[in-house]
C-alpha cells in the first residue's frame, strides 16, 4: 500500500518568533519513504534540524513577521496491515523491564500518576494483568469520555478528563497512559497521520491523529482509546511522554493560526497499458 502524506499550515506571526517543529515523520519511518519529505517555508526559512531526546525529528528556526506558510508532503509504503493484536501479551514486573522503559512509568505534565492511582486500581484491578487489562482500560475510556473538538483545551489533564468525561483524541490517550502508568504498566504517547483507510469516509475534516503504545512482552504495541479497533496506515511522526513531547510547534511568542490542512490518502496504483500489437501475416 503506499500512501500520500502532507499538510498546509499557515501562520500570521505579528513579530519574529523562535520555533521549534516536529512536523517530520519519525526517523523509523524512513526505510518506507517513496517520495521524500520536502518541509517548504514561505518566505523561504533557515531551519536548523535535529534528533530530540526522545529520538524525533525536530527544526529550529525564526518564524519571520508576517503570513508564515508550512506546506510538506510525501509518499510511504505501508503493508497495509491493521494494528498489532496479541492477547497473550504479559505485563513484565516493574524490576525486569529495560531502563529506556522507565521513564514510561512516571508521572508527566498531562498524566498524573499520582492523582489517579486510587481511581486506577479501584477500577481495574480485578481485570489480568498484561493485554487484558490495557485492553479494558481502552474500553472504559472508549465508553466513557464523549469527543468533540470544542472540548479541547491546551491545559486539559488526564485528570481533568476524567472529572469531566469529555475530549479529543490526545486527551483520550493521556488519560489511558495515565491510567496504564498507574498500574505499573508502561506507556508512551504518539502522534501522526491517520486516514480514512480501511473505514467508512468520516464526515470531520483530515487532522493529525494521536495513540499511545504499551511496552507488553518486550516490545511496544499500539493501542487507541479514541477508535478503539486496530485501524490501517498509521504513519508515525513522534513519541513522547505526552502531548508535550511531541507537540507540532513550539513557539516562544505569540503566533495565529490561520489555516490547518492535513492529508492521507491511499495512492491507487492504475497498471500501465500496454499498446495492442496486431501480427500481419504476408501472403506469398
Known amino acids: 500500500m ?22 517530520y515523520l519519525h526517523p523509523s519511518q524512513l526505510p518506507n519513504v517513496k517520495k521524500s519529505e520536502q518541509l517548504k517555508i514561505e518566505p523561504d526559512t533557515c531551519v536548523e534540524e535535529f534528533i530530540d ?19 510538506n508532503e510525501a509518499e510511504i509504503s505501508n503493508g ?28 508527566s505534565r498531562y498524566c498524573e500518576v499520582d492523582r489517579l492511582s486510587e481511581i486506577a ?10 493485554w487484558a487489562r490495557v485492553q479494558a482500560i481502552c474500553d472504559w475510556v472508549h465508553v466513557n469520555i464523549r469527543f468533540g473538538y470544542e472540548y479541547a483545551r491546551p491545559t486539559k489533564t488526564a485528570y ?19 491510567f496504564c502508568r498507574c498500574l505499573h504498566i508502561p506507556a508512551r504517547y504518539a502522534t501522526g497521520y491517520l486516514g480514512d483507510i480501511g473505514i467508512p469516509p468520516q464526515p470531520l475534516p483530515m487532522d493529525f491523529s494521536a495513540w ?18 486496530p485501524r490501517i496506515g498509521r504513519i508515525l511522526m513522534a513519541r513522547g511522554r ?14 495565529n493560526l490561520e489555516k490547518f490542512k492535513v492529508w492521507s490518502d491511499e495512492i491507487t496504483e492504475i497498471p500501465s497499458l500496454q499498446p495492442s500489437v496486431t501480427l500481419l501475416k504476408l501472403e506469398d
Not at 163 to 176: I, K, N, P, S, W
Open 121 to 130: 486500581w479501584n477500577l481495574f484491578s480485578q481485570t489480568p494483568t498484561g
Open 212 to 229: 499511545f503504545e504499551v511496552y507488553l512482552d518486550n516490545r511496544w504495541y499500539v493501542f487507541d482509546a479514541r477508535h478503539n479497533v
Open 2 to 23: 503506499l500512501i500520500r502524506i502532507g499538510y498546509d499550515l499557515l501562520f500570521e506571526v505579528p513579530s519574529p518568533v523562535p520555533t521549534i517543529l516536529k512536523l
Open 160 to 178: 481533568d478528563v476524567y472529572t469531566e468525561r469529555t475530549g479529543v483524541c490526545r486527551d483520550f490517550m493521556h488519560l489511558a497512559i495515565a
Open 53 to 71: 531526546d526522545f529520538g524525533n525529528r525536530a527544526g529550529r528556526l525564526v518564524l519571520p513577521a508576517g503570513h508564515v506558510r508550512l506546506w
Open 242 to 255: 505526552d502531548a508535550v513531547d511531541v507537540a507540532l510547534t513550539t513557539s516562544f511568542g505569540r503566533v
Open 80 to 107: 497495509g496491515q491493521p494494528d498489532a493484536v496479541n492477547p497473550n501479551a504479559q505485563q513484565l514486573p516493574v524490576q525486569e523491564l529495560p531502563i529506556e522503559v522507565l521513564p514510561y512509568l512516571f508521572g
